[in-house]
C-alpha cells in the first residue's frame, strides 16, 4: 500500500511532466490526449496524498478502482467542493485513454486550469520532519 510521501512523489513527478516540452500544452502538442491523462493521475495522487493517512484508506476496496474513489471524492467534506473538477478530469482522461477523441489545446488548457483549482484548494500536504 502506497503511503502519503509515495503518493506526494508521484504527484511531483506528473506535475513535472507536464512542463516537459513534450507535453506542453499548446496547437502545436501531438499528444493532448497524453496531457490529458496525465492532469487526471496528477490530480488522483493529489486526492491519494490525502487519503493515504486516514483509517479508511487502508482497506484495500476503498482504493482499488476509480468508481470508488471518486465516489470518496464526491462524499467526504474535505474533497466536495473539488469533485466536479474532479470528476470532469476523470470523465476527459477515460476518453482520451478509451476514446481515441482528438483533443483541442483550448479544452486541454482548461482542464489543467480545473488541476489548478484542486491544487489550490486541496494542496499538497506537508510532511512533519
Known amino acids: 500500500m502506497s503511503n502519503v510521501q509515495q503518493h506526494i512523489g508521484q504527484y511531483r513527478k506528473n506535475k513535472g511532466l507536464l512542463s516537459e516540452s513534450l ?8 499528444y493532448l490526449d497524453w496531457v490529458t491523462t496525465i492532469i487526471f493521475y496528477t490530480a488522483l495522487h493529489l486526492v491519494h496524498s490525502h487519503l493515504a ?5 487502508a482497506m484495500e476496496q476503498l482504493r482499488d478502482t476509480h468508481g470508488k ?3 470518496l471524492v464526491s462524499t467526504l ?3 466536495k467542493h473539488i469533485s466536479a473538477e474532479y470528476n470532469l478530469l ?8 478509451y476514446g481515441c477523441i482528438p483533443f483541442r489545446a483550448r479544452k486541454v ?4 486550469d480545473k488541476l489548478q483549482l484542486i491544487e489550490q484548494t486541496v494542496p499538497v500536504p506537508q510532511l512533519s520532519a
Do not use: T
Open 23 to 30: 507535453f506542453l500544452i499548446n496547437d502545436e502538442c501531438r
Open 53 to 57: 493517512s486516514e483509517p479508511l484508506y
Open 69 to 71: 474513489l471518486n465516489n
Open 77 to 79: 467534506s474535505k474533497f
Open 90 to 97: 476523470y470523465m476527459e482522461s477515460r476518453k482520451a485513454r
Open 109 to 112: 488548457q482548461q482542464l489543467y
